[in-house]
């Protein structure tokens, strides 16, 4: 096997922290919000919150990222992350009391933006020595993991439902859980798994290089446009992730097709940079970002402008295939505007603006929902969202990268 090669499983194994950070504790939770909401007496609103709460310790946990990296060593910290993820969506299992669930939605958080961040610098970093081709698929393999999360949360997760007490398929051994309660405990299985994985993946990592002295102050400016535009994505992706499957649900979609949405949402997801890694390439990231974001707006609005089964499945592939890809887009800008000794710190201060606008984009979306009584006016506020980042990206520079030309390789 070729070190190559080499670099390629490592970055296959480690983006078991976007499996497990994104794929299973945030997005999962769209397969079980409709259930929970219903048996807990949520408003959308309320539903919306969980979320919120999960974007806020991710939000927090962005911001101490580095710091933490460089206290406990970027892998420790990165192993860490994914254990207190899964911990949490053990602990989300266990309670029906708002205030406890909304404990461990921030601190699933919190872990899972020291697994997200962190484990992409050490991609970043396994993949200095290549070529930037090279470099950019090890991040879209990194990334892919989100999509292998929702694809298996959307295989198991309603299957579980399925067999819950008091379904049609009533399977005994539940200890006295209900159904939503389930798919968390099967969710932090998953997790303990791709952990278990991680770990092994690391012995064949070594740290970033810690930003020397003169990289501890930096002009975030440099990556001002940029961070602004990734703020909105957070603001507008989020809430068709939320929210979807119990738009579906609305319109009359049953579990078994929401199941199979779901599959092919995460199939995309993980499929997406064979589509757009190209783009990314040629464009640089910023670019990237305003064509990829456009796109995704939208997939966004589809299924509330045709509200047609095709429709539905169409826009999942659209948002599977594109969401990802902004993230990769945003990656590629910041190790094309920064040096190395700041790829870190670029990441966590670009993720901490990701991380304000995916707080209040579920909340602000459930409110908005419930104020109109319409779950499909918060998919059109949130493609308005995202159209705006796509804007606000645009004055973004990166060396070698031309107004509207091709980027030249860094």
Not at 270 to 283: M, N, Q, T
């Amino acid at each position: 096997m070729t070190s190559r090669a080499d670099r390629l499983l490592v970055a296959l194994a480690l983006s078991s922290g976007p499996l497990v950070s994104l794929g299973l504790a945030r997005f999962a939770y769209a397969l079980l919000l409709p259930e929970m909401s219903a048996e807990l007496g949520w408003t959308w609103s309320q539903a919306g919150a969980l979320n919120t709460a999960n974007a806020a310790g991710y939000l927090a946990g962005a911001l101490v990222a580095a710091p933490t990296a460089r206290a406990l060593g970027t892998g420790r910290a990165f192993l860490l992350g994914s254990a207190v993820c899964t911990a949490a969506l053990l602990l989300t299992a266990l309670t029906g009391t708002y205030g406890v669930l909304l404990l461990a939605r921030a601190a699933a958080g919190v872990g899972g933006a020291w697994a997200f961040v962190l484990g992409a610098a050490l991609v970043a970093a396994a993949g200095a020595e290549g070529t930037p081709r090279r470099a950019a698929l090890m991040l879209g393999l990194y990334y892919g993991g989100a999509g292998g999360g929702m694809t298996l949360a959307g295989l198991l997760v309603p299957w579980v439902l399925d067999r819950a007490p008091g379904s049609a398929v009533d399977v005994p051994g539940a200890g006295g859980l209900v159904g939503w309660q389930l798919g968390w405990v099967a969710l932090a299985a998953l997790g303990a798994l791709a952990t278990v994985v991680a770990a092994g993946a690391l012995r064949s990592t070594a740290d970033p290089a810690p930003p020397s002295a003169e990289h501890r102050r930096w002009d975030r400016g440099r990556i001002g446009w940029l961070s602004g535009g990734y703020t909105f994505f957070g603001l507008g992706y989020i809430a068709y992730l939320t929210f979807v499957v119990a738009f579906l649900q609305e319109q009359g979609v049953g579990l078994a097709t929401v199941a199979a949405f779901w599959v092919v949402v995460g199939l995309a997801a993980s499929a997406g940079w064979f589509v757009w890694g190209p783009l990314i390439g040629r464009l640089g990231g910023s670019r990237a970002m305003t064509v990829l974001m456009t796109v995704l707006a939208l997939g966004t609005v589809l299924p509330v402008v045709v509200a047609q089964t095709w429709a539905f499945f169409v826009s999942g592939v659209v948002v599977g295939g594109t969401f990802l890809s902004v993230v990769t887009a945003m990656t590629v800008g910041v190790r094309r505007v920064l040096p190395a000794g700041l790829w870190t710190s670029g990441l966590a201060f670009a993720t901490a603006a990701f991380g304000a606008g995916q707080t209040v984009g579920p909340w602000l979306t459930g409110w908005f929902s419930d104020r109109l009584d319409s779950l499909g006016a918060g998919l059109v506020l949130s493609a308005a969202l995202l159209v705006a980042g796509a804007l606000l990206v645009l004055p973004q520079r990166e060396p070698g990268t031309a107004r509207g030309g091709p980027a030249s390789d860094p």
